[in-house]
């Protein structure tokens, strides 16, 4: 059975750094994309980051570009994204995210995300 | 502010048909597939819909999807009370360079 399993959610202060893991069972990181993508309280899904299975494009959405990092241990099927100068909108049920197919190929996300892990808690404040 | 337009909620009785629709643009549904994700209280996010009309694994045939330029819908027949959840639809924006998640449709059966 395909699994990601996320962990290193907590409370960090504005301007703060987390490190999030997710690791993947049952299947390979090389051949699939993963995707971040986080809730806040309430709210709606809001598609945080992407890298490819070959690990050759990486994207961040605007909210966060320049202060979050994917980065990726293929041996050990883990994915980590390094998150700089939180702020309080950061805060969210953040969910690691198998994409169908590897996301090498643009025609790759149309397949969409089938495998959610059940998330981990970020919550930013003083 | 979401990139893709969904309505709030939509309710109907049990065994009626609902259906939402999900709005873009051309960078993203003209020009890319629509998935449509589920979410059930409590609960991540499962795949519904992917490519615009294709069942995810699994997942009942009272559910069927559908795309015209820049506009797509889910539609949910037979409607039971497992089916109240909230529905998203999601599709690759080329503009963005990332995917890009409607607001989010809750679903009430009466």
């Known amino acids: 059975e395909k699994q990601v399993l996320e962990s290193g959610g907590g409370l960090a202060q504005p301007g703060g750094s987390l490190r999030l893991s997710c690791a993947g069972s049952?299947?390979?990181?090389?051949?699939?994309?993963i995707n971040w993508v986080r809730q806040a309280p309430g709210k709606g899904l809001e598609w945080v980051s992407i890298?490819?299975?070959?690990?050759?494009?990486?994207y961040y959405a605007d909210s966060v570009m320049g202060r979050f990092a994917i980065s990726r241990d293929v041996s050990k099927n883990t994915l980590f994204l390094h998150m700089s100068d939180l702020r309080a909108e950061d805060s969210a049920l953040y969910y690691c995210?198998?994409?169908?197919?590897?996301?090498?190929?643009?025609?790759?996300?149309?397949?969409?995300?089938?495998?959610w892990g059940q998330g981990t808690t970020v919550t930013v404040s003083s | 502010q979401s990139v893709l337009t969904q309505p709030p909620s939509v309710s109907e009785a049990p065994r009626q048909r609902v259906t939402i629709f999900c709005s873009g643009s051309?960078?993203?549904?003209?020009?890319?597939?629509v998935n449509w994700y589920q979410q059930l209280p409590g609960k991540a996010p499962k795949l519904l819909i992917y490519l615009d009309l294709l069942l995810a694994s699994g997942v009942s045939g009272r559910f069927s999807g559908s795309k015209s330029g820049t506009s797509a819908s889910l539609a949910i027949s037979g409607l039971q009370s497992e089916d109240e959840a909230d529905y998203y639809c999601a599709a690759w924006d080329d503009s963005l360079k990332g995917y890009v998640f409607g607001s989010g449709t809750k679903v009430t059966v009466l």
């Open positions: 995210v198998k994409g169908t197919n590897s996301g090498n190929y643009k025609g790759d996300y149309d397949y969409g995300m089938d495998v």
């Open positions: 049952g299947f390979s990181f090389m051949y699939h994309a």
């Open positions: 051309d960078s993203n549904i003209g020009n890319n597939a």
């Open positions: 890298v490819s299975g070959d690990g050759t494009y990486i």
